[in-house]
């Protein structure tokens, strides 16, 4: 059985800055978990399908919760979360999506597509700490994961 500290987060995020901060966050918040990030939809599907850079699973271990901004180049969330949601192999891998948006037709699409949660990032730090720390509270110690064994 997993613990919560190895739930594995895989935040994808195409902004530096913002990836920073959510690790920050995530780190003052107390979450003791593995956090890998990614920069854009395509390389989230990349490190799902363990293709190219995140072939070795050691370098890029099956993730437990997905964080995911909504508008990022190449291939954006509501791609990403399409394709990771259609796919058997994926879609039980929880996705929040965490993100700048507040508009309606973001949240109601996403969740159409099957996310599990919609967070509007706060505008402070402190803010986001506390948002990240219900989100872990929730994710790691309320509710029961899916097992991961039966991932590619």
Known sequence: MSTPESVVILLADDDPDDRLLTIRALKRSHLRNAIYTVEDGQELMDYLYRRGAY???A?????GLILLDL?????DGREALQ????DPMLRRIPVVVLTTSDAETDIVRS???????????P???????????VLGDFWFEIVRLPPQTNLP
């Open 111 to 121: 969740y159409d597509l099957g996310v599990n949660a919609f967070v509007t990032k």
């Open 55 to 57: 072939a070795d699973p």
């Open 71 to 75: 508008n990022m180049p190449r291939k």
């Open 59 to 63: 370098r890029s271990p099956r993730p």
């Open 123 to 133: 505008v402070t730090f402190d803010g986001l700490v506390r948002a990240l720390q």
């Open 83 to 86: 394709e990771i949601k259609s």
